[in-house]
């Protein structure tokens, strides 16, 4: 269910040493491509760090249940000086000892188990958090991108304008047109400068955004690379649900933990069953420090056979029953919450594509308007209200498109992201 990013990493190796390798200034310039991001974010992100911290918990936790199958071993060493008025004297002794579990109830054997299932836990929650962050790093860069065509936009919506502005001051001056027109189109030109200055703050903010989830410092921000492009989804929703069901690492946890649970429950009820313990010890000792150690020997085999614990074992049985059923519980709302996902997801892909087609189908008429009402304008047949309000409606149109793109792609990556499987296909796609 794990989903490995090494791809990534041997695919930008080069770019990263060389920007490493760069000064400062000069690797901050340095234009950075969805690859790459992602490769930064999984190495940086802090609560990916974090999570990467249980698996050491996870080793921990091995090293403890496989030490249940190895024996106790204690070494001890005392001295005494004793002395009264009748005598003078003391003792020297060293005492080696040793015991072994033979028969635990069950529990050093459901430890073991346990032990696997809690690292399959580590693994699948970070695999499950790598899944999610991948997804939200898209949506961030291409904010960024989206942001930027925005300001672009309105670029040339000035351009346009300030273009205007001169033909019709031009044409105020040759008496074709009157100081109201002028008025109009200044006002236009204003407005378009005030849309640039807020595009370009929403593209500042969004960088600023995409850097901090990079952990990236904002005096060492970088711009992001790419364009914004059309998906595809291939497939359909039996196929999505398929791979959900065999890629989604929160699925795995929620097996993982109704397996751990089975085991503590075995852990509980050991406490009501036998012992068997096998233990030994050699002493050696001087009594009177006379350099002469004499040695004793013993070996015990015991057996421990509980037989009334005020029903502390029956207590904590019951309660992890009931953990295992409340495990189970969410596993099978886990499954639902994924066919449900699933279906979801390719229902807001559906309608996103429609509204894409749409949008693209409204630039279009909205570029011809503009052409026609500019040749009747040219012609005196067209009012300047007109050819103004194809002007603004073009701009608008230009930006909806943007929109309707931007959120046509993140539509794909929620599909992706409830497939479970967005960073082995960013590792096929080949973003530009």
Same mark, same amino acid.
């Given at each position: 269910?794990?989903?490995?990013?090494?791809?990534?990493?041997?695919?930008?190796?080069?770019?990263?040493?060389?920007?490493?390798?760069?000064?400062?200034?000069?690797?901050?310039?340095?234009?950075?491509?969805?690859?790459?991001?992602?490769?930064?974010?999984?190495?940086?992100?802090?609560?990916?760090?974090?999570?990467?911290?249980?698996?050491?918990?996870?080793?921990?936790?091995?090293?403890?249940?496989?030490?249940?199958?190895?024996?106790?071993?204690?070494?001890?060493?005392?001295?005494?000086?004793?002395?009264?008025?009748?005598?003078?004297?003391?003792?020297?002794?060293?005492?080696?000892?040793?015991?072994?579990?033979?028969?635990?109830?069950?529990?050093?054997?459901?430890?073991?188990?346990?032990?696997?299932?809690?690292?399959?836990?580590?693994?699948?929650?970070?695999?499950?958090?790598?899944?999610?962050?991948?997804?939200?790093?898209?949506?961030?860069?291409?904010?960024?991108?989206?942001?930027?065509?925005?300001?672009?936009? /309105?670029?040339?919506?000035? =351009? !346009?304008?300030? @273009?205007?502005?001169? %033909?019709? $001051?031009?044409?105020? #001056? +040759?008496? &074709? *047109?009157?100081?109201?027109?002028?008025?109009?189109?200044?006002?236009?030109?204003?407005?378009?400068?005030?849309?640039?200055?807020?595009?370009?703050?929403?593209?500042?903010?969004?960088?600023?955004?995409?850097?901090?989830?990079?952990?990236?410092?904002? /005096?060492?921000?970088?711009? =992001? !690379?790419?364009? @914004?492009?059309?998906? %595809?989804? $291939?497939?359909?929703? #039996? +196929?999505? &649900? *398929?791979?959900?069901?065999?890629?989604?690492?929160?699925?795995?946890?929620?097996?993982?933990?109704?397996?751990?649970?089975?085991?503590?429950?075995?852990?509980?009820?050991?406490?009501?069953?036998?012992?068997?313990?096998?233990?030994?010890?050699?002493?050696?000792?001087?009594?009177?420090?006379?350099?002469?150690?004499?040695?004793?020997?013993?070996?015990?085999?015991?057996?421990?056979?509980?037989?009334?614990?005020?029903?502390?074992?029956?207590?904590?049985?019951?309660?992890?029953?009931?953990?295992?059923?409340?495990?189970?519980?969410?596993?099978?709302?886990?499954?639902?919450?994924?066919?449900?996902?699933?279906?979801?997801?390719?229902?807001?892909?559906?309608?996103?594509?429609?509204?894409?087609?749409?949008?693209?189908?409204?630039?279009?008429?909205?570029?011809?308007?503009?052409?026609?009402?500019?040749?009747?304008?040219?012609?005196?047949?067209?009012?300047?209200?007109?050819?103004?309000?194809?002007?603004?409606?073009?701009?608008?149109?230009?930006?909806?498109?943007?929109?309707?793109?931007?959120?046509?792609?993140?539509?794909?990556?929620?599909?992706?992201?409830?497939?479970?499987?967005?960073?082995?296909?960013?590792?096929?796609?080949?973003?530009?």
């Amino acid at each position: 269910m794990m989903q490995s990013h090494a791809g990534f990493k041997n695919l930008h190796i080069i770019a990263l040493i060389a920007i490493l390798a760069a000064s400062p200034s000069e690797a901050s310039q340095t234009p950075m491509g969805i690859g790459e991001a992602i490769d930064i974010m999984l190495a940086n992100n802090s609560s990916l760090l974090s999570l990467r911290h249980e698996m050491r918990k996870a080793e921990a936790f091995e090293i403890q249940s496989e030490g249940t199958f190895t024996p106790d071993l204690a070494l001890s060493a005392a001295a005494d000086d004793e002395r009264t008025n009748q005598t003078s004297g003391g003792t020297s002794q060293v005492r080696l000892s040793a015991s072994q579990t033979l028969y635990s109830g069950g529990r050093n054997q459901a430890l073991r188990r346990q032990s696997g299932q809690v690292r399959s836990i580590a693994e699948l929650t970070l695999a499950d958090a790598e899944n999610r962050a991948v997804g939200e790093l898209f949506a961030r860069f291409y904010n960024v991108l989206l942001q930027d065509r925005y300001a672009e936009t /309105e670029r040339s919506a000035i =351009a !346009a304008s300030e @273009l205007h502005l001169r %033909e019709v $001051a031009r044409m105020s #001056e +040759l008496g &074709l *047109s009157n100081r109201l027109e002028v008025i109009r189109a200044s006002q236009q030109l204003a407005a378009n400068r005030a849309n640039l200055s807020s595009a370009e703050g929403l593209y500042d903010s969004a960088v600023i955004s995409l850097m901090n989830y990079l952990a990236i410092p904002p /005096e060492e921000r970088r711009p =992001a !690379a790419g364009s @914004l492009i059309t998906l %595809e989804a $291939a497939g359909g929703r #039996e +196929l999505s &649900l *398929s791979e959900a069901m065999k890629n989604r690492a929160d699925l795995g946890v929620l097996e993982n933990q109704a397996e751990y649970q089975a085991n503590q429950i075995e852990i509980e009820r050991s406490a009501s069953r036998p012992r068997i313990t096998l233990g030994g010890a050699v002493s050696f000792f001087d009594r009177e420090r006379s350099g002469n150690f004499d040695d004793t020997w013993r070996t015990e085999l015991s057996i421990t056979v509980p037989i009334l614990d005020r029903n502390a074992s029956r207590g904590n049985v019951i309660r992890a029953q009931a953990t295992a059923a409340q495990d189970k519980i969410a596993l099978r709302q886990k499954e639902l919450d994924i066919k449900s996902g699933v279906e979801t997801a390719w229902t807001e892909l559906e309608t996103a594509a429609e509204h894409l087609e749409a949008s693209a189908k409204a630039l279009e008429l909205a570029e011809e308007t503009l052409r026609l009402a500019g040749i009747g304008f040219q012609e005196g047949v067209t009012p300047q209200l007109d050819l103004l309000s194809a002007q603004t409606s073009l701009t608008e149109s230009r930006l909806g498109h943007l929109r309707s793109l931007y959120n046509h792609m993140l539509a794909v990556i929620a599909l992706k992201v409830t497939e479970g499987n967005i960073i082995a296909w960013a590792e096929e796609m080949e973003f530009q």
